[in-house]
């Protein structure tokens, strides 16, 4: 039977589960899905407004995939596409979806297809488990699902916080008065933890000056300068992921494990999402640390509100965004709703625009990520110019970072749904969506495998992998009879050791001043940085250019 056929010889089957958010859920699951997990945080339409002083809108859904049947180098999957804009996997009148991510450099991009999800309605405040089928009995895989979600219910408990306040085990929001939550983990740096900038501070000054003679030079109107920290450390990744947004809650906070690499995001940027046909991106560009208190809070967003300087940056990325947006919307359709909209987070707050168009026919969400690639807020204007600047004045590839990850297929509101996608009401899930995240503020994790512990799951690979055909395993993928987990990916004992990847940089305009850029920077990287253990930031070593 070929992939197409057994695509097509199998149904998924939906179940509703005691409510318990997804993001509370995820340590356990992690450790049981190790090197074959992925969730996020926000997916789809918003259902609540940014006004004023509060966060980000909420998306409408939180999704975890495990157990992939297919990994990819590109969203668009070549086998069973019955979907129009050929970005999902379809079992007969229902469509699948991915997760995955697409990196600032050629090349670097991965997408897995997986068998079994869980979906948060945060509308709703349900969680759904749906089970496609691809690898085995979709009844079998829900009735185990059900049995670890049964475990996990009895073994979690607490809160964990939200980009508005405290999230409690049953869901409901208590507010947390300024919206900066306290740190749940130690203070103070880890003995075994050791850091690396590939910038000295007088060498990034140094690169934004000449950014800036780009600009007098006439080549650039604005870009963006980042730096890289290495860390080399026994932090387990779904740890970091844990302190990370215990201290900076993000409305696109992301788990991706791989196996060989883990992305662990706490990404407050959109780059673009595609829904009901109707496209839009959030440009972020303006930052402020928050303050102490609420007086010095409405300082600083007065003085952020009144500086020519993120204002013209913001002004330009824009502009940038809505050239992009017109390569795959309908002539006409794009628009500037929203413009220099001061947004409040955990520990900055921003100013973002809000960019929307009608997706034009026939362009894929793959073509869609391909022409807006890079995003306009982490490179500059020119967009290609400013690229080659980039490379000119950093040290290193940015490989993931400055990326977008997310999901990419149907509609997971078809997916709670079922019986109206299977009776062949499935126009809501033959339409190409998508909701994609810029990866900044995030840490980008490789493993290293100590002596009697290596994976066998085969997840890090990047060519195409399909594990729906025949038995249900690829080459390499080892899975635990009856139960359908990955068997030896786990290795998140204290005998192993992570290296880390960490970004951080902002936008340049001949108004910087290059030892606040540089400032700002290392701002930007300390949440993360403290997540894995690291205090002390500004005396790290750096290269020398």
Excluded at 106 to 118: K, T
Excluded at 182 to 205: F, N, V
Excluded at 257 to 267: E, H, L, M, N, P
Excluded at 344 to 369: D, N, Q
């Amino acid at each position: 039977m070929s992939a197409v056929d057994a695509a097509q010889s199998v149904f998924p089957v939906s179940v509703l589960l005691t409510y318990r958010p997804l993001i509370e859920m995820l340590p356990f699951l992690a450790r049981q899905y190790a090197g074959d997990i992925a969730y996020l945080h926000s997916v789809g339409p918003s259902i609540a407004s940014a006004v004023g002083n509060r966060p980000a809108a909420r998306a409408r859904y939180s999704l975890i995939g495990v157990r992939a049947y297919r990994i990819s180098a590109d969203c668009e999957c070549s086998e069973g596409c019955a979907v129009p804009g050929g970005c999902a996997v379809s079992a007969g009148s229902f469509s699948a979806g991915a997760i995955g991510y697409h990196g600032y450099d050629d090349g670097v991009s991965r997408w897995a297809w997986f068998d079994m999800w869980l979906v948060e309605d945060h509308r709703d405040r349900t969680v759904h488990a749906v089970a496609m089928g691809r690898l085995s009995d979709a009844d079998a895989q829900i009735e185990e699902l059900k049995t670890m979600w049964a475990e996990a219910l009895s073994t979690t408990e607490g809160t964990v916080p939200s980009e508005e306040g405290t999230v409690s085990a049953e869901g409901s929001t208590v507010p947390s008065g300024d919206s900066r939550p306290s740190r749940r983990h130690p203070a103070g740096s880890d003995p075994a933890c050791e850091i690396r900038a590939d910038q000295s501070r007088e060498g990034y000054i140094e690169a934004v000056r000449r950014m800036q003679r780009h600009m007098r030079d006439g080549d650039i109107y604005v870009a963006n300068m980042s730096m890289r920290f290495t860390v080399h450390s026994d932090i387990t990744p779904i740890t970091v992921f844990r302190r990370l947004y215990a201290d900076n809650p993000s409305p696109y906070a992301a788990y991706l494990d791989f196996g060989d690499r883990v992305i662990v995001s706490s990404s407050p940027e959109r780059f673009f999402s595609i829904w009901d046909g109707r496209v839009v991106t959030e440009p972020i560009k303006g930052t402020r640390p928050r303050g102490a208190t609420a007086a010095e809070d409405a300082e600083l967003r007065a003085d952020l509100r009144g500086s020519n300087k993120e204002r013209s940056e913001l002004l330009m990325v824009t502009d940038l965004e809505r050239n992009d947006m017109n390569r795959i919307c309908a002539p006409g359709s794009v628009c500037v709703p929203e413009f220099e909209v001061i947004r409040a987070f955990p520990h900055v707050f921003h100013t973002v625009s809000v960019v929307e168009g009608r997706l034009r026919a026939g362009v894929t969400v793959s073509e869609a990520l391909r022409m807006m690639s890079p995003g306009g807020s982490i490179t500059g204007t020119p967009k290609r110019r400013a690229m080659e600047i980039i490379a000119e004045c950093e040290r290193s590839p940015r490989d993931v970072y400055t990326g977008s990850l997310g999901y990419v297929g149907a509609d997971p509101g078809v997916w709670l749904h079922m019986g109206d996608s299977l009776s062949g009401r499935s126009d809501r899930g033959s339409q190409p969506v998508c909701d994609l995240s810029i990866i900044i503020r995030a840490a980008i994790c490789r493993m290293e495998r100590s002596a009697g512990c290596v994976r066998t799951s085969g997840i890090g690979r990047t060519a195409v992998t399909d594990r729906s055909a025949g038995t249900g395993r690829s080459a390499g993928a080892d899975r635990s009879a009856g139960t359908g987990r990955s068997a030896g990916t786990g290795c998140l004992s204290g005998a192993n050791r992570f290296d880390y990847l960490v970004g951080a940089g902002g936008g340049v305009t001949l108004d910087s001043d290059p030892e606040a850029e540089y400032d700002e920077a290392v701002h930007k990287a300390r949440a993360v940085l403290e997540a894995l253990g690291v205090l002390e930031i500004l005396g790290v070593r750096g290269g020398e250019r």
